[in-house]
């Protein structure tokens, strides 16, 4: 980890009867002449760094000698290099002038691509591309603004394995362990001063994830004073963008404040019937009454709604397209979707932070509340409303038990065509029976979180090169979950029992519900979290190392405030608490061959608890926990081969890493001999081994011209045969097969070698960018990735899905070849992308004004980024049927990815 400290400082350091050279000068803005506060300067290839004062003025001690590049680096503006001989004799650099970075947009950019709601879980990668926003490896901004928009995931990872912090405080969520980058979403001015450190690099504020962490600094001292206005148009996530900041600087009394708000908004994103509608707000006061130390409060309150969109099959795709969307349909000649997603989670936090030449301590309060809410049409006892319905579809009149019908086929295809959308009006005249109860109901499943975080951290320097950091934190949160009704849809009540088994939902509440009352499910989870670590460094000439231990505990509870007639006897009441302790440890040293070329290699062991989305198995009905359940172990190894030459920089990566006893939970309906239900899937005894090589090279052919290249070459398989059990939600099973506790084991899958469905595990680019004196640039990037696969169906490769349910045998078919044949992990398209992005900035006195600009998927391509199998035909025999046609009714469902998208952004600064 890099220490900070205030240049008035390396005035008194003791170099032990070494030669000291003193490298001083002034940093400024090129064109204004204003000075640069805080610019980071370092010797490439040393863990020192060393800050410019108020007026841009620095100076730099060390005792090393022989030639070596002193980097200057100041947020929004482009690193520049010197290299210096050093023997002991004072340099005076001057005046060093920095120019504004203008193409900053490209983190826009990559939100509109991460912010979409392309995946059912799209956090799962909203989140690890938001983590790669502040560095400025070529690899990493490659998997962030290219690759991303096909679902690339740094070394396999998905963002749970990085850790977000804001002032120094966790903001990952306990339900998945992800960040949710929508609670901060289009405060890009306000967020973009971010700390990030790569892999297992030692942090300050956390222990850490192994994908990387990022600390988004919110004190307003930090931010560029003045004024910033910008707009946006796109054709992504949302069709127009207006945002604007104001950062006061830091008054002659110590107090400085920033303000930021933001609008986004669409009608239709580029896939149809996909609205967004979202507001942002942030202000931040710091009062600074010395330099040694700062208090600082911050508010966000940012607001997202937007309709969803589905994955489809190969059937409907080749009716329909890739924009295509069948949650929505015109209402009075506007578009409704039925699949909405609502964030709302208000942020504030407290912090105090001292720092002086020795030590650095920081301490944070945050409390955060608000809900998540996902609206969903369902119905009772009538049609299924949606468009894609298999019984609606071509396939299957095709694959009828009774026999092939392609007429009947024809008229369905017709049918479609001609009625693709949800019918709102058909909904509401379902629903006008006067007394009786709705056939269709619009409700939400809301999330309605309140939490209490507490992190405090401090790290002491001594002169020898030892570094020494202590830290903790503290998260406590009270989760309450249910359904509401939000709208009837015409009718005058709903009758809260489960359609399939003819049961109560809530037996000591009301049968007839109406619009605003909880229905369904409702229950409460708690958790709450207490972490400290602890980190100790060394850097020296020839080499620097880190030693870094964590010990944590986890502990969380359901309640349940409905007493479910299904589950009579643990559907009311606490659970039993689930608790973990875990540790973790991860250390790494680096070697300095020289200061152009270095070794740097890390490993870690870490126990950490499974999610709460993993721990219950089915917490909207009942308290049941995963059974022996365990924590989850992460073995990792990475080596990294650094080299910077004056015209060729980048780096060589190599990494393994291994996730044991994963718990996995997955809900679907399927039918088999077993009976036709809602099931709860709990896979346990899972491993996953990621392995691979990253390559990221730039070579600066001239001051103007600049080309990069990068690699990842991966290989992420299922490392065990895992256990499957499945639990039943009614009564639809055959009572003599299940246990008393609803479930039956199905035993082990066998699925180790396949494939992990964590996007494309191969890719590589080329890109070129002309950069000209007089502040334009353009660049392209072609990207190729391929070997990406399918999410499997587990139960599908277990032992019982070969057993004829009418025999309780073997299918005397399921052979090994054909078992193999029919069950082949299917690999996606190999995907190949232009992307060009360009801009232009002018410096008109005091104002500066930028324009950026981006067409991504240039050719238009259409690809899909990911899919899964469906788990509905629960036998060999239904498989191998419904296959036979070539055109299954129950076929694998995929996500498409965007054709070709612009993006232009115009901003002043002043």
Known sequence: MRTVMFVAVFCCTVSYGQQTTVISGQVQENGTNLPLQNAIISIEGFQQDFLTDAKGIFQVYTTETGEHILKFEALEFLPKRFTLHLNGESIDLGQVFLERDITREKTDNLITLTDGDLLENEDALAGAMGLLQSTR???????????????FKVRGYDSRNGMVLMNGIPMNKFFDGRPQWNNWGGLNDVVRNQEYTHGLSPNPYTFGGILGNTNINTRPSSMRPGTRLSGSISNRTYRGRLMGTYS??????????????SRRWAEEGYVEG????????????????????SIAFTAIMARNRRGRSAAMTQEVFELKGNRYNPYWGEQDGKIRNTRERVIFEPLFLLNYTFENEKLNWSTGLAYQFGTNQRSRLEYYKAPNPDPTYYRYLPSYSINSSIGASFINAAFAREAFLENPQIKWNQLYLANDNKAGPAAYVLYDDVVDNNTVMAAT?????????????LGGNFRKLSSANYAIIYDLLGASFHQDIDAFSNTRNDVDGSLEKIEGEKFNYNYDLGAQQIEFFGKISYDNKKWSGFLSAALSNFRSQRKGLFLNE????????????????????????????????????????????????????????????????????ISTIDLSYHFRWPDVTGRISAFYTRFQNTTDINFFFVDSGFGSDFVQEVITGLDRLHKGVELGLVYEISSNVKLSTVGNLGHYVFASDPSVQINFDTAGAEEELIDPGGSIDLGIAKIKDLKLAQGPQTAFALGVEYRDPKYWWIGATANHLTNNYLSISTISRT????????????????????????????????????????????????????????????FDSVFRTGGYEQSRNGNFGQLKEDNLSGSPSFGPKYWYGYGRTYFLNLAISF
């Not at 006061?248 to 708000?261: D, E, F, R, V």
């Not at 996909?274 to 130390?293: H, I, K, V």
């Not at 951290?457 to 950091?469: A, C, I, Q």
């Not at 005397?812 to 995907?831: F, G, H, S, V």
């Open 457 to 469: 951290n401090l790290e002491y320097s001594f002169t020898d090169g030892l570094n020494v950091g």
């Open 799 to 858: 032992s019982s899905f070969l057993l004829n349910p009418d025999t309780g045998e073997r299918f005397p078919d399921a052979t090994d070849e054909n078992i193999a044949k029919l069950l082949q992990q299917r690999k996606l398209d190999d995907i190949y992308l232009l992307n060009v992005i360009g801009g232009k900035s002018w410096l008109m006195g005091k104002k500066y004004i930028s324009v950026f600009a981006s067409i991504n998927n240039l």
């Open 274 to 293: 996909t609205l967004y509608d979202a507001y942002s707000a942030f202000g931040s006061l710091e009062f600074r009454p010395n330099p040694r130390n």
């Open 137 to 151: 490896d070529v690899f990493l901004n490659r998997a962030a603004f290219d690759f991303g928009q096909a679902f």
């Open 566 to 633: 299904r589950f009579l006897k643990n559907s009311s009441g606490k659970s039993e608490e689930v608790s973990f302790s875990n540790l973790a440890f991860k250390g790494g040293a680096t070697y300095f061959l020289n200061g152009r070329h270095w070794l740097t290699v890390n490993t870690a062991k870490i126990d950490r608890s499974p999610t709460l989305q993993n721990t219950f198995i089915n917490p909207r009905e009942n308290n049941e926990i995963v059974p022996d359940i365990q924590s989850e172990t």
């Open 248 to 261: 006061s600087g830091l008054s002659k009394n110590g107090l400085a404040y920033t303000i930021s708000a």
